[in-house]
């Protein structure tokens, strides 16, 4: 069984930063990516930024240049450092993961953490 824990949630002012942690643990055999991606009311959920076993990122055009993301713990966490954040980043974050478990190859997710960016 595959688990992702979140942490880091929370409500933030508007140009504020926040770090998001994702762990991968379980009968995990290989990770391919891990990344986030969020849905906010209404909307579908998007991808925000994605990170390859080899380091490669990925980013959505409305967080390049404010949103990092990283990885380590041999590649089972992931970090989402989120600066100078807008309200329209308020929704719901969830951690993904890209990899084999017992069951074969799988897109894993997390929970959800809620993310508010409000004054």
């Known amino acids: 069984q595959v688990q992702l824990v979140e942490s880091g949630g929370g409500l933030v002012q508007p140009g504020g930063s926040r770090g998001l942690s994702c762990a991968a643990s379980?009968?995990?055999?290989?990770?391919?990516?891990m990344g986030w991606y969020r849905q906010a009311p209404g909307k579908e959920r998007e991808l925000v930024a994605t990170i390859t076993s080899g380091g490669n990122t990925n980013y959505a055009d409305s967080v390049k240049g404010r949103f990092a993301i990283s990885k380590y713990n041999a590649g089972n966490t992931v970090f989402l450092q989120m600066n100078s954040l807008k309200p329209e980043d308020t929704a719901v974050y969830y951690c993904n993961m890209d990899g084999t478990s017992h069951s074969g190859r799988h897109y894993f997710w997390g929970q959800g953490t809620q993310v508010t960016v409000s004054s």
């Open positions: 379980g009968s995990i055999f290989s990770i391919y990516s």
